[in-house]
């Protein structure tokens, strides 16, 4: 038995709760791994709370993301005290995830955890910083360098958008913040923000075409926000969509792309091969100092997650939450 979070759905509901788990529940894996932290993201407080069809199999353990130590092996990819790492796989959807002390595990699904990070801030990481790295390595390799000019960075109090800004502002681009938080403006320009503006200039209808101003943009809220960020986007430059948080619409027009020859990038996080998830990891070992960490992420143990994803859902939660699984 293990400790861990446990979604279920019956006659009796659709709950979740800490739960002494059996390890029967656990499914097939060659790689079985003690977890000492997980995160609580986006897709897992609509999993927790019910208020997405996130979940596709029952009992669930959630957690898209986890780091431990491998407790059995019978794969040559990975021997017993390894220290790994995962980001999505359908993990915490059909497949038990991270928000438990023990998880079992496919070996193709893993990541050495980077000699650079602790376990802890590996989760600090997540898969928010790990999209947020995937959207930068995108816009650079369409020949976004700092010289071109702004980047904007849209939904910039949450995970992705947080990391966003900080691995931009190493990187030396100036970044405008989009966010519907303006009280938190402080925090943003302390990540990096050189500007920060109001989601709502974004996220109403808007003409197909806007004056140019931004160079590239990474953007996790979709519908409207997403087609007015392709409308002000300058000539050649690249629009990096990774999330959906406004929608899954996206009410635009092909001018963006036919006149200013803007590209617009689709960034996926969850099925994304070993040898890109490798890179990222490795170009956030070499971005991120530890300052980042503070700032962006809090902590919180087992018995706080299903609080902390309702809150989540209601907007409440900024930067990234670390779950000390045995906290």
């Known amino acids: 038995m293990f400790n861990g979070i446990l979604i279920e759905k019956d006659e009796q509901g659709y709950r979740a709760a800490v739960k002494a788990i059996d390890e029967s529940v656990l499914p097939e894996g060659d790689v079985t791994i003690n977890v000492s932290h ?37 794969s040559d990819k990975f021997n017993v005290g390894d ?72 939904g910039a109090n949450g995970g992705v958008g947080s990391f966003s800004i900080a691995i931009l502002a190493k990187l030396g681009y100036n970044v405008v913040a989009s966010t519907g938080r303006l009280d938190e403006a402080d925090y943003l320009k302390k990540l990096g923000a050189v500007e920060v ?12 075409l806007a004056k140019e101003r931004w160079a590239g943009a990474i953007d996790s809220a979709g519908s409207h926000t997403l087609a007015n960020v392709c409308a002000s986007t300058k000539y050649g430059g690249v629009v990096a969509a990774c999330g959906l948080a406004q929608g899954m619409d996206l009410p635009a027009t092909v001018a963006p792309f036919i006149l200013r020859g803007v590209t617009l990038a689709g960034i996926d996080s969850v099925m994304r091969p070993i040898n ?9 070992s070499e971005i991120l100092t530890p300052d980042v960490f503070e700032d962006i992420s809090t902590d919180i143990g087992l018995s706080e997650v299903v609080q902390t994803a309702e809150a989540l859902m209601e907007g409440k939660v900024r930067g990234r939450v670390v779950v000390d699984i045995n906290g």
């Not at 503006?197 to 197909?208: A, H, Q, Y």
């Not at 890109?276 to 956030?284: G, I, K, N, P, S």
Request: hydrophobic fraction near 40%.
């Open 38 to 74: 997980s995160t609580i993201n986006y897709k897992d407080a609509l999993a927790i709370t019910g208020k997405g069809p996130v979940v596709r199999k029952f009992p669930m353990v959630p957690g898209v993301d986890l780091v431990g130590t491998v407790e059995q092996s019978d």
């Open 83 to 154: 220290k790994v790492l995962l980001n999505g796989f359908g993990v915490g959807e059909n497949h038990c995830g991270g928000l438990a002390q023990k998880a079992r595990l496919k070996s193709d699904w893993l990541v050495p955890l980077p000699a650079g990070f602790s376990p802890r801030q590996a989760m600090a990481i997540g898969t928010a910083g790990y999209t947020a790295m995937l959207c930068v390595i995108a816009l650079e390799k369409s020949g976004i360098t700092p010289d071109k000019g702004e980047i904007l960075v849209t």
């Open 276 to 284: 890109d998830r490798v890179e990222a990891w490795q170009r956030l």
């Open 197 to 208: 503006i109001d989601r709502n200039l974004l996220s109403e209808p808007g003409r197909p």
